[in-house]
């Protein structure tokens, strides 16, 4: 029977996906730093056997001895610049968000494939477990110096704000007039974190979140009858913000829960 994991590979071998890897790194090198590249590199020996890795962000974070936040930074940007696509399960029994399906995608499609899609968990739920053998990282076994970058190429041009990367997914749903109201509500909730102090310096976490939120909005527009998008992005910003601020709330913080203030509760 084929395993579950297979069904959504992007490519017919190992090879192949090795070789996008490699051709993202060259690509995206002087954009990505040393955590981007691990968590790649993790993604890739994750997938060697299924070409799709079933993760959970605790299995990231203790590898790579990262905080959640810095993980969940990471993911974004590697979705951002199209090298990922994340693809979040719920499980059908416990009714939650489970561990994510990530995908290495293929160079020559970037721009073609939306990440952050929800689907209904697949008939084996076991996390994946890397099959990395005695193969090396494929990016230690280039003379680094040769895949340095100082710029990026003419003809990768990205939104560069918040609002133009909004902008630009929604035009996926045709209303890209929603644009300025998305943004509005981002502002708002990230607002009421940030006059607490224990948040101050996160609003490269709260745009991150922001553009996973519109991700998940514009996927699911298209799957179902979505009376208010904005305010089913909304509801979908509230929740991803209280994951990524609260979760964990007892290992990263010292301070009680009483202190923090999480919107819509």
């Known amino acids: 029977m084929t395993h579950y994991l297979s069904r959504y590979a992007k490519f017919s071998s190992k090879e192949e996906m090795d070789t996008a890897a490699r051709k993202h790194l060259d ?13 790649l590199e993790m993604i890739r020996c994750y997938s060697v056997k299924y070409l799709a890795a079933h993760l959970k962000h605790e299995t990231i974070e203790k590898k790579l001895g990262k905080s959640n936040s810095t993980i969940r930074r990471t993911l974004c940007k590697l979705e951002r610049l199209q090298i990922i696509q994340r693809i979040q399960y719920v499980r059908p029994i416990m009714s939650g968000l489970g561990a994510n399906i990530y995908l290495i995608l293929p160079v020559n499609e970037q721009g073609k494939t ?44 990205y939104p560069t704000t918040l609002f133009g990367k909004m902008k630009s997914l929604l035009s996926f749903s045709g209303d890209v007039s929603k644009a300025r109201e998305f943004f509005g509500i981002h502002k708002s909730l990230s607002g009421k974190m940030l006059k607490f102090d224990i948040h101050k310096g996160k609003e490269e976490l709260f745009d991150d979140l922001s553009y996973q939120a519109t991700h998940i909005t514009v996927m699911a527009a298209k799957t179902k009858n979505i ?29 009680s829960a009483d202190d923090f203030y999480c919107p819509g509760y």
Not at 27 to 38: F, V
Not at 122 to 146: C, H, M, Q, R, W
Request: net charge positive; aromatic share 10%; charged share 30%.
């Open 227 to 255: 009376r208010s998008m904005p305010g089913y992005f909304s509801g979908v910003l509230k929740q991803l913000i209280c994951d990524a601020l609260f979760k964990d709330i007892y290992k990263e913080y010292s301070v």
């Open 27 to 39: 690509i995206h090198w002087s954009q990505l730093n040393k955590t981007d590249r691990a968590v």
């Open 114 to 157: 939306s990440s952050g899609a929800i689907l209904k968990e697949a008939d084996g739920t076991k996390v994946s477990e890397p099959e990395i053998g005695n193969e090396p990282s494929f990016y230690k076994s280039k003379n680094l110096k040769d895949l340095i970058k100082t710029s990026q190429p003419a003809a990768e041009k």
